[in-house]
């Protein structure tokens, strides 16, 4: 029997032990899962595909049960836009009044996919474009997952190639604070790493909060990535108003935690992102403020210039200011590479990804549904 679309099982984003129970639940012989498991791994992952019938490993009849139930279709393209540098930004939906933003930006040697974890944000940092958006919901971990897999197909970048990848890099830097979803957020990074799969190193993918300080543990135990915190201050009256976050877990809390990042090394170094706000945070002084506080910590720095938006309370600071400063980091021992602005043109550099979505009562919600078509694709 034919399952409508929207009714069938979503397969991507499941772990492989949830994997293997849809599978058994589906009345596969229990001989036989491990296997099939291994086999649609490979074809959702290492392949790529979108469509039961192209996994020419397993029987026709076989694929024709599974694509009557389970759903292995990508969310719906809403635009891709490419900058005059070539960061490309997609705006995805997943569902009605559901979208996110995803932005590639490509380097000489490197490409770095920046996907987003939530559908707005509850944060309300004050520079950053998606804390005006308040929070729609988390994205689940197929979501998450599926934003590599929109930006592998756009690049052509299947079967997962082992050299001259144009991703190269994950950083969970788009909309929304990761620690807010951790299942979700770790089970698509579970699924990125595997190495039968998208394969992409967990030391090459980068998780950014903005301060969750009793998350941060788990984020070297459980999930294996690196860390990145949005600092962008260094005294709390000034964190409390840039990073609200801050009255909830001040500094001396959340430098505690990053001190106790487990599996911190100089080869294995915590990222702290500062955002350079025209006079307020851009002295010389500050600058000695913030070697001061990371003393003892192995620590990158990375100077991020302010991108405008529109009704932006801030400026970013003169190009001057932000060279003083990176020269008295740098005598300090730190590399701080200043990140340049990609993708400014089309919204897509650091704190502009805003997406139109709005919470929806559920009332809302449930006109909407009964509205719809119910064979619509999900
Ligand atoms: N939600 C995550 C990722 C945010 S984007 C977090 O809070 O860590 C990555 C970095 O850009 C963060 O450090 C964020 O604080 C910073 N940022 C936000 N808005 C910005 C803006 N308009 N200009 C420059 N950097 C910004």
Redesign the pocket.
Known sequence: MQVPASQKTPLIGLSRASLHEALTDFGLPARQVRMRVGQIWHWLYWQGATDFDTMTSLSKPLREQLAGHFDISRPEIVTQQISEDGTRKWLIRFGPGVEAETVFIPEENRGTLCISSQVG?TLN?R???TGTQPLVRNLTSGEIVSQILIARDALEEWPTPAQGRQITNIVL?GM??PLYNFDHVKTAMDIASDGEGLSVSKRRITL???GVAPMIERVGREMGVML?I?L?ATRDELRDELVPLNKKYPLTELMEACRNFPGLSNARRITF?Y?MLKDKNDTPEDARALVQLLKGIPAKINL?P??P?PG?PYECSDWERIEAFAEIINRAGYASPVRTPRGRDIMAA???LKSASVKQRASERRRQRQNQPVAETA
Do not use: D, K
Request: hydrophobic content about 30%.
């Open positions: 944000c940092c520079f950053c474009h830097m929304g604070e950014s909060t903005a990145a949005s962008h992102e955002t991020i302010f991108n938006w932006s650091c704190g502009q």
